[in-house]
């Protein structure tokens, strides 16, 4: 558990270095789809630290995992919105809120939650995260405007297709579920 919280934050660490960071962000698809994924799995990392650290916060006010995904999903969608990445490369205060929204308020609550959700939950997330995904492909591809004004218009269609392609990913994970026998496994 504690080799696990270091890999989390030594990835968190190496993640907001300044050379690694501006090149993440020099590229629309690789800073929504790589360096702001990365910063929740690196929260997911320190998640079982910070559990043992403060038992009864996440006892408290995630007991059956509701309000954890909840947040996650808060976070996750406001940083999909366009505006919102523009402004993490213009305003620092923008940025460090990313630096601490994605791993602790977003990675941290969807590790803590996962295991306490019903399958069925979980199934909602999956087609939420999918048609979110879909809309977004849709937004970035078919806009005839330049949605944010640091990044180029390729940029911004590629990031769609890549948008695309997690919906399409996300959903054919949730339809395989239904073909795979869970028996063996519980």
Known sequence: MMRQAMYGL???????????ANLAESVMTIHMHMQMPLFVIA???MTPFLKQQFPRFFAKWNSNGVPGIILFMIV???????????????????????????????GVPLRDSWKKIRLVGKNIIFVTLSVICGF???????????????YLIVEQITLGWAF???????????????????????
């Open 136 to 150: 977004m492909a849709w937004l970035y591809i078919f806009s005839p405007e330049q949605l944010c004004n640091n």
């Open 43 to 45: 929260g997911m990392l």
């Open 76 to 106: 996750v969608i406001y940083w999909m919105i366009p505006r919102t990445m523009d402004e993490a490369l213009t305003i620092q205060a923008i940025e460090i809120f990313k630096f601490i929204s994605l791993p602790f308020l977003a």
């Open 10 to 20: 030594v990835l968190y660490v190496f993640l907001m270095l300044p050379p690694v």
């Open 164 to 186: 695309l392609f997690l919906a399409l990913s996300i959903m054919i994970y949730f339809v395989q579920q239904f073909f795979v026998d869970r028996s063996e496994c519980e």
